[in-house]
């Protein structure tokens, strides 16, 4: 096998030493609870102050027409917080880009690097920018700023003007990833992730085949979510794990 020098992936067997501090940084409300919601659970109740960065206001995340904008808006706010609790997480943080519209910005990296040097996390998890196919402009723009704030975050010749100390995370596990190396288990934690996934009601309809709508289709769902757990664990011979890519920044 060949070794790339320069690069900073580090796969590893077995999961993580649970973080004292963890932050997600996802495009839209929602997003960590499908990469991640399993692992983060599991670290909440070992005692894991996670925060949980959003960075759209999820504005288009409808397929009824007749919704007002701001109705939306608020309802996604609510919903975060719901799943927040549900799965043991503290701090939620709202940026409030325009939902669809995301760009990768010198500002948006700026700001993410402030909030990691500000709360200090051991693991940040995002998504994979690098993901092949990925169509989604938010889930590509989130990825790029999360890796670029990251970078700029560990070194104190980035952004002086903060005041605030460089901080470098021991991990970066980036969700939905296109070459996962690394599984962390969510057998005892399934359920508290479909309980979380599950807080987003107005997203029901658009991303989990209508669950909140009848018992059947919940099972569907819940049998979908189930199958990729159990297909994303049989790589690493867990029952159930969620996948990532793991970087050692």
């Known amino acids: 096998m060949t070794t ?3 690069s900073d992936a580090r796969p590893e067997d077995g999961p993580l ?15 960590a609870e499908f990469g991640a919601a399993g692992t983060l659970g599991r670290w909440a109740q070992q005692g894991c102050a996670i925060t949980m960065v959003i960075l759209t206001d999820g504005s288009k995340g409808t397929w009824n027409e007749t ?3 701001d109705d939306l808006i608020a309802a996604r706010r609510a919903e975060q917080r719901r799943a927040a609790d549900v799965i043991g997480a503290g701090e939620v943080i ?3 880009h325009v939902d669809g519209e995301l760009e990768l910005t010198p500002g948006l990296r700026q700001d ?3 909030l990691i040097r500000a709360y200090r996390p051991q693991v940040v998890l995002g998504h994979d920018p690098w993901r092949r196919y990925m169509l989604h402009p938010d889930h590509r723009a989130a990825g790029f700023a999360l890796v670029d704030a990251v970078v700029a975050a560990r070194d104190h010749l980035f952004y002086p003007e903060q005041g605030l100390a460089k901080h470098r995370p021991d991990a970066l596990l980036l969700w939905q990833a296109d070459e996962p190396d690394h599984h962390e288990d969510i ?7 479909v309980r979380a996934l599950l807080s987003h009601s107005s997203q029901t309809s658009t991303t989990m085949g209508g669950a909140a709508e009848s018992p059947d289709a919940r099972a569907r769902f819940v049998e979908r979510m189930s199958s990729l757990a159990a297909a994303q664990g ?3 011979g867990l029952a159930m794990a969620e996948a990532f890519k793991l970087i050692r920044p």
């Not at 030493?17 to 997003?31: L, V, Y």
């Open 4 to 6: 790339n020098l320069y």
């Open 17 to 31: 030493a649970t973080p004292a501090i963890a932050m997600t940084i996802g495009a839209h409300p929602d997003d």
């Open 67 to 69: 919704m007002p904008n």
């Open 94 to 96: 709202h940026l409030d």
């Open 112 to 114: 993410l690097a402030r």
């Open 187 to 193: 057998a005892s934690t399934f359920e508290l992730k």
């Open 234 to 236: 049989e790589a690493a």
